[in-house]
């Protein structure tokens, strides 16, 4: 089972390539750690747990070294951001297989040719090598820009020369990996918007290769509200009554952007589905007119010899014109409204909860 697993990864990693000339652009350096992770024996998932737990453990020296705590002393918030690394490598891999299964799910509404497709494919789970190489370059070079300029709110005052190396170097690959996921989730969401552009067919019975996008956009959304929400959370002073509104700053941007990175992409198609439906509610007014025309010609003719299929009729155009009011025309099933919507509501409920508890502890004291 393990196995088959494994084997499942390779050949999602492996279908995204296209051979030689094909590839508009090379793979980035956050591909190549990925795709080795995803090449090694087992699940992946067992490989990223692995990564995660061993990068957590390796950054726990870290403080050793600067003093800050005893030798040995598991710190939690510097053992969760060594975690956070693995936690971002993983969520590539996350993503670039949510992004696939939503292309492959999109096929039957595009009849672009199949070079056309594999591409959409590969811009989908491929980061370009160029700027994910500028990228950890700009961190390699303003990392310690950063440590000079403002030592105290850097915090790195009082670390020894190996106790900063360590600091560095972990901060300049999480640095980058986060600011590589930004960039590539926004080429992401860009490729969404072509994809859904280049639909052909936009049937509002048939919506379903139109839904797998809006999970791609909406796991976006829910990364980028983690990634800029979490670290608040591990910051102690956002719990006292003055900094109140500074989380409240982080949570509103984390909520904005969830909610851009999930709407944004989807406008365009949504557009096309309010046009078909319109379409298909003009012709079911247009029909419905004109039957109500032919019971009026048949009453003022007092001929009621169709009046009871007539009516039928009638009855029947007006549950077709009830049932195109209903039809939905936002991209998206209901699942994934809801998860999406209950995830976003997820850390302001736990905020309030830790603020009722500290107050009535405060109460207590």
């Not at 084997?7 to 990925?34: F, H």
């Not at 379409?279 to 001929?303: G, N, S, T, W």
């Amino acid at each position: 089972m393990a196995t088959d697993s494994a084997a499942a990864d390779l050949v999602q990693t492996e279908a995204t390539e296209l051979s030689g000339d094909d590839r508009p652009y090379q793979r980035s350096w956050v591909n190549v750690i990925v795709d080795g992770v995803v090449r090694l024996p087992g699940p992946s998932w067992v490989a990223f747990l692995a990564i995660t737990v061993a990068l957590a453990l390796l950054s726990l020296p870290q403080t050793w070294v600067a003093g800050l705590v005893p030798v040995g002393t598991i710190d939690p918030t510097q053992a969760f951001w060594g975690a956070a690394m693995g936690i971002v490598l993983w969520l590539y891999h996350y993503l670039d297989g949510v992004a696939r299964a939503a292309v492959d799910a999109f096929r039957p509404a595009t009849t672009v040719s199949e070079a056309a497709f594999a591409r959409l494919r590969y811009e989908l789970t491929v980061v370009p090598a160029r700027p994910a190489a500028v990228i950890l370059l700009l961190s390699v070079v303003l990392t310690p820009v950063y440590y000079i300029a403002d030592p105290v709110a850097s915090d790195v005052v009082g670390y020894s020369p190996i106790a900063l190396l360590f600091r560095y170097l972990s901060e300049v690959f999480f640095g980058s990996l986060v600011f590589v996921l930004i960039y590539h989730s926004l080429r992401q969401l860009r490729a969404v918007s072509r994809a859904y552009a280049q639909a052909t067919r936009i049937d509002l019975f048939h919506p379903r290769p139109l839904y797998g996008f809006a999970g791609l956009t909406a796991r976006t959304g829910i990364a980028v509200l983690l990634v800029i929400v979490v670290p608040s959370l591990l910051t102690p002073a956002i719990f006292t009554t003055d900094s109140v509104w500074i989380w409240a700053s982080y949570m509103g941007l984390g909520v904005a952007a969830a909610l851009a990175v999930f709407v944004l992409p989807l406008r365009g198609v949504h557009s096309r589905l309010v046009v078909e439906k319109q379409r298909l509610q003009f012709a079911a007014e247009d029909r419905l007119k004109a039957i109500l025309a032919e019971l009026a010609r048949d009453v003022d003719a007092v001929d009621l010899s169709r009046a009871d299929a007539v009516n039928k009729t009638l009855g029947s155009l007006i549950q077709q014109r009830e049932v195109l009011a209903r039809l939905p025309t936002w991209p998206w099933s209901p699942g994934t409204l809801r998860g999406f919507v209950s995830i976003i509501l997820l850390p302001i409920a736990l905020f309030l909860a830790q603020r009722i508890l500290l107050e009535i502890l405060a109460i207590g004291g």
